[in-house]
């Protein structure tokens, strides 16, 4: 019986892993890696639900704040911006992790992310941007955007003027419908960038229609980068700042139950499509302590050889 025993068990756990649903031992608390799409599965369509978003004042804060943000990084932002505008908050933390995919090791990025449509903010100068890519020098940042005005997917221009939000998407009921694989009970969507042109970098980005099983055209642009950065990035990043009535960021509490998750990221590299690794996509710091994000329960995840990372209560 004994024996019977540790063979089912055994059988158990290699279809699980087959399947994608079963957690790395040595990292518990990671979410599984979702059913991921092939990168080169047929590129047509376009992502109609998409729209060129107007201006609010609600928006025209998060574009103001995510801008610096990146130049903050680049070391030519203001370091207290939101100090110098009327209406902003000189108590927000800006804090990232996750991995930097290495000027000249790709030229295409792709990545599943898991989205969670319940996690509401409520504070207006709050956002979390979680996940969020880059390919390096890409045209656009396409940004799972948890903010006060609604959840939505951006793909940000960087080449354009004078930037911000080209595309937005309201994550909503036919998103998740089109664009959505349930993994563990949870959701999450695919995304790609990919250059198309080099001499006049020229970028696409797409997201996978899972009705259609093909990837639809999300946003294309072309010029020269604008964030300052060589590097690009697969990361999880907030600007967050202390519920009073709680002592720890708004976020804290209210994604108590979200997985920020992003799997099976990919470079593209001389027409081929590899796993990111240590070599070409290292993480931005080993093990941060939530403290540093206003949430000391957050536990940040290496759930894989840099191609997998969860960020989790």
């Not at 695919?190 to 229609?209: E, F, H």
């Not at 995840?301 to 840099?306: R, V």
Request: with cysteine.
């Amino acid at each position: 019986m004994n024996g019977f025993r540790t063979t089912l068990v055994a059988a158990l756990l290699t279809a699980l892993t087959a399947a994608g649903t079963a957690p790395a031992a040595d990292h518990p608390g990671a979410a599984p890696a979702a059913r991921t799409p092939s990168p080169d599965a047929p590129h047509r369509g376009v992502v109609a639900e998409a729209r060129t978003p107007g201006h609010s004042p609600g928006r025209d804060r998060a574009v103001r704040a995510f801008a610096n943000g990146r130049r903050v990084r680049a070391g030519t932002g203001d370091d207290a911006p939101w100090a110098r505008h009327p209406g902003g908050r000189a108590d927000l933390t800006h804090n990232w992790w996750g991995v930097f995919p290495q000027p000249g090791t790709h030229d295409g990025i792709t990545a599943t992310h898991g989205v969670d449509p319940s996690y509401k903010v409520s504070d207006a100068d709050n956002f979390t941007y979680a996940p969020t890519t880059k390919a390096q020098k890409s045209c656009m940042e396409v940004v799972t955007s948890y903010w006060n005005s609604g959840n939505e997917i951006w793909a940000w221009d960087w080449c354009g003027s004078p930037g911000g939000p080209a595309k937005v998407l309201a994550i909503d009921a036919d998103f998740l419908a089109k664009y959505t694989t349930t993994n563990g009970g949870r959701r999450a969507y695919s995304v790609q960038l990919v250059r198309d042109d080099a001499a006049g970098n020229r970028w696409s980005s797409y997201l996978y229609n899972y009705t259609t099983g093909s990837w639809n055209l999300l946003y294309r642009q072309s010029g020269a980068d604008k964030s300052e950065l060589e590097h690009g990035w697969d990361m999880f990043e907030i600007y967050a700042s202390v519920n009073p009535a709680t002592g720890v960021g708004y976020y804290c509490t209210e994604a108590r139950t979200t997985v920020f998750d992003s799997s099976a990221i990919q470079l593209r590299d001389k027409g081929g499509w590899k796993a990111a690794s240590p070599s070409d996509a290292p993480w931005t710091e080993a093990r941060p302590d939530g403290r540093e994000f206003l949430c000391p329960p957050l536990k940040f995840l290496q759930a894989g050889a840099n191609d997998h990372w969860t960020v989790r209560q």
